[in-house]
């Protein structure tokens, strides 16, 4: 029993709320509608999330270097496209679509290294840099494209988003592994250390010695190769690559990300704090989609509820801040 | 020493950014001689209109130390509700159209004050979410239809010409009369940054917050000022743009932020706040345009637009911070 208080009391406050929240929605939903927790909505809700939610991990990692990335959607639906020329130029075999994915991650982490030059090296604001920056990679897809969507994939491309193992599809096992990887960097590696560190106090990381510009552009190399699985994810979603697809992600994952308690001025995020906001925000999009709300309703929403949240964490922060001058 | 300062103003970024559109424009006239024409000059005026009064507003907020990206949301919103309310309530006059589609600008400019000045929450992440917020409400209100049938008083300003030049094979080419508005806001913004102590405080803002905080400056109050009156141009701005294309469409304008923030930066305001121009802003607006309009005369395939206005505005935000960098660098004296 105590053992459990204890651990109960270490957990991050943040967490049990992130949980409390999720539990509340179902537990609402579940009254609204017997509709909600049947195994097929379930079973939808697992083939839809990982393509956004691994997107949030590379905002997450840029969050915490203190900096952000808006080129995400870009990168990955370039990635997508390079995928796709390369696997419809090559005969559509299975030795082209390893090929193919292997070139789209390549173009991810190349993307991202871009982003990290600029922001690491030349001191650009990474706002900035990663605006830009999508809308290169995305110029870039359209010129590649020239247009229309890159249509044809092959059964094993779209067997990535639409098959499964078992119950659990291939995309969410691809979600939990990247999810346990990124984690373990984060919290075991020297690298993750000094990403939290830079982005607590860039600064004092440098006079320690840590190489800004190194944890800088694997940072952005890290957030590119996140868009380029997230990329060819939604290729396989669609069955075609296209410049323009997901634009509603970025805010999206910038509201997950903050939601899941990435502080946005950098130094603080943790994986599962993120992936409880993922399942939160899908929770949230399967509600709007059972009570048949316009889909323009989520663009509201999502607006909505990233003010609110930052109102909310803003709030809470200068009570917190009183709370601890009172004490001392 | 008459020299060096004489190399310094030929050096400096406004005139950098005039280099380049010289260079691009005799480029475009060289490939299509078509370029030359009063008729272009006009149509240039006419594509700047709208992108000005966003990039000056933009302007003074990221000298201030903030940024927006709600104002094609704010923009929207504003007209397609203005029209609709017009339109329900079968009022005509131009005075209630231009007021009221600012109110709505301001009353979403005073909500990212709020945001931002009293909760302290981060500039992008909170217009992020006005511009969904606003971008969202005027879809499902509008349900993605547009409104064509304007207010007769309101459409007929779209017919009134500053004046009209009729070239030697009879084509007609008018320069629109709301092209008054972007260059009456040019002066005015020109004065407040420069003979004013409002103008000075933004300027102080943006430099050092917390400096200007501790030399007795308002912070609050110049960033709510800020963000409202901008929130109120914007507002006047979608008005204006409806007139110009006769309808009132509830999300065309989306996606024009980022070339707004990139026309200013090229431009030679700082992103990280402290420094910038009205100059330098109407010429970086003036750059983008030329290059989004004319990259088609110059044989650029269109779906290679988009990639070239990136590298574009990617290689002049890289330039322009670079000098920054290597400004603040030097050794001061």
Redesign the interface.
């Known amino acids: 029993m105590i053992t459990l208080k204890n651990s109960f009391r270490k957990s991050d406050k943040n967490m049990v709320s992130l949980l409390a929240i999720a539990i509340g929605i179902v537990a609402i939903m579940t009254a609204i509608t017997p509709e909600f927790l049947t195994g097929s909505n379930i079973s939808s809700m697992a083939f839809q999330f990982p393509e956004f939610g691994i997107l949030c991990f590379g905002m997450m990692f840029c969050m915490i270097s203190g900096g952000?990335d808006l080129s995400l959607v870009g990168a990955a639906n370039l990635s997508g496209i390079v995928a796709a020329v390369i696997i419809t130029g090559m005969g559509k075999s299975s030795f082209s679509v390893i090929v193919g994915i292997a070139a789209a991650v390549v173009v991810g982490a190349l993307c991202g290294l871009l982003n990290g030059y600029?922001i690491g090296q030349?001191?650009?604001?990474a706002?900035?840099?990663t605006?830009?920056?999508g809308?290169?990679?995305?110029?870039?897809g359209?010129?590649i494209?020239?247009?229309p969507a890159i249509t044809g994939m092959p059964n094993s491309v779209l067997a990535i988003s639409n098959g499964s193992l078992g119950v659990i599809p291939y995309s969410l096992l691809i979600y939990i592994f990247v999810a346990l990887a990124l984690n373990f960097v984060l919290k075991y590696t020297v690298y993750g250390q000094q990403l939290t560190f830079m982005g607590t106090n860039a600064t004092a990381s440098r006079y320690t010695g840590i190489n800004n510009l190194r944890v800088t552009m694997l940072t952005y190399m890290l957030s590119g190769i996140a868009a380029a699985i997230a990329g060819i994810i939604i290729i396989s979603h669609y069955g075609s690559a296209k410049?323009d697809y997901g634009t509603s992600y970025t805010?999206l994952a910038?509201l997950i990300v903050?939601l899941g308690g990435v502080a946005?001025?950098g130094g603080k995020g943790k994986v599962l704090g993120v992936t409880l906001s993922v399942i939160i925000l899908q929770l949230i999009s399967s509600a709007f989609n059972i009570l048949r709300f316009?889909s323009?309703?989520?663009?509201?929403?999502?607006?909505?509820l990233?003010?609110v949240v930052?109102?909310v964490k803003?709030?809470n922060q200068d009570y917190s801040m009183k709370f601890w001058r009172k004490k001392l | 020493m008459n020299r060096l300062k004489c190399f310094n103003k030929l050096s400096s970024n406004e005139m950098i950014v005039v280099y380049i559109i010289v260079v691009l424009s005799l480029l475009i006239g060289f490939v299509n001689p078509a370029f030359f024409a009063l008729s272009t000059i006009f149509g240039t005026f006419r594509s700047m209109l709208i992108m000005t009064i966003f990039a000056l507003c933009e302007m003074i907020i990221i000298i201030s130390g903030g940024i927006d990206v709600s104002f094609p949301a704010i923009a929207s919103f504003s007209l397609y509700f203005t029209v609709s309310l017009m339109n329900q309530y079968k009022i005509d006059s131009v005075l209630v159209a231009f007021f009221l589609s600012g109110f709505f600008g301001l009353a979403w400019g005073l909500l990212n004050a709020l945001l931002i000045g009293t909760f302290r929450i981060p500039a992008l992440i909170a217009t992020l979410g006005t511009s969904s917020l606003a971008n969202g409400a005027v879809l499902v209100y509008s349900n993605g239809r547009e409104i064509s049938n304007i207010p007769t008083s309101v459409d007929a300003i779209s017919q009134k010409y500053l004046f009209s030049v009729t070239n030697t094979n009879g084509g007609k080419s008018s320069l629109t009369i709301l092209i008054l508005f972007p260059i009456f806001l040019c002066i005015l913004i020109h004065w407040i940054l420069k003979y004013t102590i409002l103008g000075r405080k933004i300027y102080a803002v943006g430099g050092d917050y917390n400096a200007a905080r501790i030399a007795g400056i308002n912070v609050k109050r110049t960033q709510y000022i800020i963000y409202t009156a901008a929130g109120f141009l914007v507002g006047i701005a979608g008005i204006c743009n409806t007139i110009l294309l006769r309808n009132a469409h509830p999300s065309n304008l989306m996606g024009a932020e980022m070339m707004v923030i990139a026309a200013v930066v090229i431009g030679g305001t700082r992103i990280t706040g402290g420094h910038g121009s009205v100059i330098g802003t109407v010429l970086g607006v003036l750059l983008i345009t030329l290059v989004s309009n004319n990259l088609i005369m110059l044989g650029i395939p269109n779906y290679w637009q988009a990639f070239a206005v990136g590298l574009i505005i990617v290689i002049g935000t890289s330039i322009t911070s670079l000098k920054a960098k290597k400004i603040a660098l030097s050794p001061k004296i």
């Open positions: 952000i600029l030349l001191q650009i604001p706002m900035l840099v605006l830009c920056g809308q290169l990679f995305s110029g870039l359209l010129a494209t020239k247009g410049s805010l910038l903050v946005p001025l316009n323009f309703f989520k663009t509201l929403a999502w607006g909505l990233l003010i930052m109102v803003s709030v």
